[in-house]
């Protein structure tokens, strides 16, 4: 069902700090209920173009969508200063560590629960990269999620991306998420070796909750985006309907 949703930035406090987010929420019909909410967790690139117009797609589908910029405090960009790629991808992940990015997410989604024209009582969230590490964590710390859809999220840290310097493991708690997983990786991602993502598989199906890993072959890492090199249409679009229909299930 295509609705016209309504976009923009909105801020909100988490802590002592604002931040902002980018919403959309569908235009609903008289006497429609508001609908349900997901909150995105952008991966290391921050809240891009592509990652706006996700969320207005997400908000397409009937869901009220919040992508929390967890780059707020430095401007709305991953950090500028390196001299490689992989520090770049170092310093993204540091500025949005779990310390502070997941009570940034818990706070998006406080915004959302004030509002009166979405229903922040049935949420989900949904993570890339970076985000879907994230979105993974969250789901081990709170009750609020119907579900949490990961997308290429990194099952292990490295330690040049971990503050404590040590390889931060979402696979080692896993099994304490609290609300049904779907989970997406490509079978030729070149960040995620697949025997983690094998170990991840086997560390959430001792949450019992449902679970579902899906590994697309011959995608790579960022397949889902459409603006990058890695872009695989195939996978992409059966990750979409999938994450549709687990939302909808969920929510």
Same mark, same amino acid.
């Given at each position: 069902?295509?609705? %016209? ?64 910029? +967890? ?13 490689? &790629? ?18 940034? +997410?818990?706070?998006? +989604?406080? *915004? ?37 859809? &990961? ?6 840290? &490295? ?54 890993? *899906? ?6 890492? %960022? ?7 890695? *872009? ?20």
């Amino acid at each position: 069902m295509q609705r %016209a949703p309504e976009a923009g930035w909105v801020t909100f406090p988490s802590g002592p700090d604002e931040i902002r987010g980018y919403l959309a929420v569908p235009v609903r019909r008289p006497g429609e209920a508001p609908p349900p909410v997901v909150v995105m967790a952008h991966e290391n690139l921050g809240v891009t173009e592509h990652r706006r117009r996700v969320t207005e797609l997400v908000a397409d589908e009937g869901f009220a969508c919040l992508t929390v910029d +967890l780059y707020s405090r430095i401007g709305g960009r991953p950090p500028q200063d390196y001299a490689t &790629p992989d520090e770049r991808r170092a310093k993204a992940f540091l500025a949005a560590r779990d310390e502070q990015a997941l009570p940034d +997410l818990e706070a998006g +989604l406080d *915004h959302l629960a004030g509002r009166d024209d979405v229903d922040a009582s049935r949420a989900a969230v949904v993570g890339f990269c970076l985000g879907g590490g994230l979105a993974l964590a969250w789901a081990t710390r709170t009750d609020r999620l119907a579900c949490a859809v &990961p997308l290429y999220g990194l099952p292990e840290l &490295p330690p040049s991306y971990s503050p404590t310097g040590q390889v931060r493991s979402r696979i080692t708690v896993a099994d304490a998420v609290r609300c049904p997983v779907q989970a997406h990786f490509g079978g030729a991602d070149e960040v995620i070796p697949l025997d983690q993502v094998g170990r991840l598989t086997d560390a959430l199906k001792l949450s019992g909750q449902e679970t579902e890993v *899906h590994v697309y072959d011959g995608a790579g890492h %960022a397949y889902h985006d459409d603006t990058h090199p890695n *872009h695989d249409a195939a996978a992409a679009r059966l990750t979409w309907e999938r994450t549709l229909a687990f939302l909808r299930e969920h929510l």
